[in-house]
Nanobody
Framework: QVRVVESGGGSVQAGGSLRLSCAASVAAYCTIFMSWYRQAPGKEREFVAGIKSDGTTDYADSVKGRFTASQGNAKNKNTVWLQMNSLSPDDTAMYYC???????????????WGQGTLVTVSS
């Protein structure tokens, strides 16, 4: 059974930066592609960024130019990061990772979510 674990959340002042990481525990022959989502208090979960199997990355308009999603190299290919710069209080949310695609392993992994990591931005 695959596990997805996020880390790196915390509290930061407006204008600051944080780097989140997300790791999937899968066999070495499996490649995982993941997307980042967030859910602010009282709001629905929304897409933030996603790394696709063709190597491209999509971003929500609200984070373009401020957030960068990346994936590890061959040694840690099933770890993704989300570099978040110029943070504002509107970025306060629980950030989640979700497996969005796989290569060379079970497609039942697609749709698995992590437990989330909390990001709090103060003004």
């Amino acid at each position: 059974q695959v596990r997805v674990v996020e880390s790196g959340g915390g509290s930061v002042q407006a204008g600051g930066s944080l780097r989140l990481s997300c790791a999937a525990s899968v066999a070495a022959y499996c490649t995982i592609f993941m997307s980042w989502y967030r859910q602010a208090p009282g709001k629905e979960r929304e897409f933030v960024a996603g790394i696709k199997s063709d190597g491209t990355t999509d971003y929500a308009d609200s984070v373009k130019g401020r957030f960068t999603a990346s994936q590890g190299n061959a040694k840690n290919k099933n770890t993704v990061w989300l570099q978040m710069n110029s943070l504002s209080p509107d970025d306060t949310a629980m950030y989640y990772c979700k497996i969005s695609d796989v290569h060379s392993c079970s497609r039942t992994y697609v749709g698995v979510w992590g437990q989330g990591t909390l990001v709090t931005v103060s003004s």
